[in-house]
């Protein structure tokens, strides 16, 4: 009976990660649609830069880190969890610090060698969204890690809602800089949430802890194969681009990628939720917990597939209705695309597979394959193709990544 409750699908859990990522299509929309009118051409310019930049960074600093977090923390109980969490978090934040440093110093000296290109404060307030950003997704994957899911699945809802609000707020009376401020204040608000998610777990812990054997090679191994995922999923515009493409096929391409990895990161953190009950589990039942990770993902396949099929057939006034009628060329590309978003349930369970058998180099693997057909592909499609060359090689990139890691995963550790 215990184990059945150990591996039970964590229902509630899914629906509210679910209804998170309604909630933040909802901001998303907010952001895209209400914030350009109010700032002014020029001055959205500045703050889209910003915001990318910002949240690029508190991305990309958290590769790997729900896998992790998931496939370290769950298995443990009491105070060992407590412990083992702090100094997780310790030796991780250090890590994430040096590099936020580092990029920090290069921005402001950047900005000082070229005056007038770049204001200080504007590299300030944007350097202090992406620490803040940082630091939010280090503690919202810390919660996950230990099965308190709202940090992790409001997270990315409330930021967007304080920065459309605040942003609306603070331009009339302080321009560009209330906007890029505001994207702060959005990082900070996550931040807060995600520490009192989080401190529960905290409390308690001893100030030294040594971490499980192969957790810093399982960190690296992960993080090194995110950093190769983001190549399939980040590359079709940039593919375009070195291609010569033109600029036409370039934002083609990126509205293309764009939509399809909305999709897939919807059902990619819906699916994170049921990883730590997962990762506790299979330490008793294996095939138990594995088992509940396919329901999982049968679950949301159930949502996502259609969802892709009918954003196909209606491709055309969906990107008429949202972006003018200019954009009806880049159908084509999206149709493309959206097949590589319906294969987002089957690449989640082969990477959290991979993460509950304790298998980080099968991520690496499939990663490995997935960029190597991403970029044959684009080599081969995108001269000829343009835009849907590049969501081709997308495509083909997830397929090999989702393959390869199965493939790595069937064979014996």
């Known amino acids: 009976m215990t184990d059945q409750v150990a591996v039970a699908l964590p229902r509630r859990a899914l629906l509210g990660s679910a209804a998170g990522k309604g909630i933040e299509a909802l901001t998303l929309a907010a952001l895209v649609l209400l914030v350009p009118r109010a700032l002014g051409p020029a001055d959205y310019g500045g703050f889209a830069v910003g915001l990318a930049v910002a949240t690029g960074i508190a991305t990309a600093t958290g590769i790997g880190g729900p896998a992790l977090f998931a496939r370290v923390l769950a298995p443990l109980d009491g105070t060992r969890r407590g412990d083992v969490a702090r100094a997780l978090v310790l030796r991780i ?11 920090g110093a290069a921005a402001l000296v950047g900005a000082l060698l070229a005056p007038g290109s770049v204001a200080p404060l504007h590299v300030a307030l944007v350097g202090a969204a992406a620490l803040l950003g940082t630091a939010a997704t280090l503690l919202s994957q810390l919660a996950l890690g230990v099965e ?45 949430l995600a520490a009192a998610t989080a401190a529960p777990a905290l409390r308690g812990a001893r100030r030294r802890a040594d971490l499980p054997a192969g957790a810093l090679r399982f960190a690296r191994l992960q993080a090194a194969g995110g950093v190769l995922t983001q190549v399939v999923h980040r590359g079709a515009a940039p593919a375009c681009a070195l291609a010569g493409a033109g600029a036409v096929a370039t934002g083609h391409a990126a509205i293309a990628a764009g939509a399809a990895l909305a999709i897939t990161y919807a059902v990619v953190q819906t699916m994170l939720v049921a990883l730590p009950g997962a990762a506790r589990a299979h330490t008793s039942d294996p095939r138990a917990a594995e088992r509940m990770l396919r329901r999982t993902a049968v679950w949301c396949a159930c949502v996502a597939v259609p969802a892709c099929a009918v954003a196909a057939l209606a491709a055309e006034p969906l990107l008429a209705g949202a972006l003018g009628e200019q954009f009806g060329g880049a159908a084509g590309a999206l149709r493309i695309a ?4 319906a294969l987002a349930p089957l690449w989640a369970l082969a990477n959290q597979l991979a993460a509950v058998r304790a298998r980080p180099g099968a991520v690496l693997a499939g990663a490995a394959a997935g960029a190597a057909a991403f970029a044959w592909t684009a080599v081969l499609a995108v001269p000829g193709s343009g835009a849907s060359g590049a969501a081709a090689a997308m495509l083909a990139g997830v397929a090999a990544t989702t393959a390869a890691t199965s493939a790595a995963l069937r064979r014996r550790a």
Do not use: K, Q
């Not at 959206?338 to 978003?341: F, P, Q, S, T, V």
């Open 93 to 103: 934040g250090r890590t994430r610090a040096g590099l936020l440093a580092a990029l």
């Open 148 to 192: 308190r899911s709202v940090a992790w699945s409001l997270r990315y809802p409330l930021e967007n809602g304080v920065i459309v609000a605040a942003a609306l707020a603070l331009h009339p009376s302080a321009g560009l800089d209330g906007a890029l401020a505001a994207i702060a204040l959005g990082a900070a608000a996550a931040l807060v």
């Open 338 to 341: 959206l097949a590589a978003a």
